[in-house]
């Protein structure tokens, strides 16, 4: 099992998008650590390749995510969780 990080955005959301190349350094820094980085987008695939071609963004995407966080009960949005190697979310960040 490996601690995985997760987001859930939309591309609309500014504040998360300026974040992306500090978040692509949290990719860079854990990447031989056996961390996988996840995020959910609210947005159709094509709409989040329009934005990913300005910023790159290294997380393994998500799109149409609105069910799955309907589901966990996310409603703020950025919405960011590290779950631990158990299964158990060690942070949460609305």
């Known amino acids: 099992a490996k601690v ?8 609309a959301c500014m504040p998360f998008v300026e974040d992306i190349p500090k978040l692509n350094q949290l990719v860079e820094r854990y990447a031989k ?4 980085f996840v995020a959910f987008s609210m947005d159709q695939e094509e709409s989040i390749q329009r934005v990913l071609a300005k910023v790159p963004f290294h997380y393994q995407i998500v799109p149409n995510a609105r069910e799955t966080a309907n589901m966990l009960g996310v409603s703020a949005f950025p ?8 299964g158990t979310v060690r942070y949460l960040q609305e």
Request: aromatic share 16%; charged share 20%; net charge negative.
């Open 33 to 36: 650590d056996s961390v996988a």
């Open 4 to 11: 995985t990080v997760i987001s859930f955005w939309f591309i």
């Open 79 to 86: 919405t960011h969780l590290i779950i631990d190697k158990e």
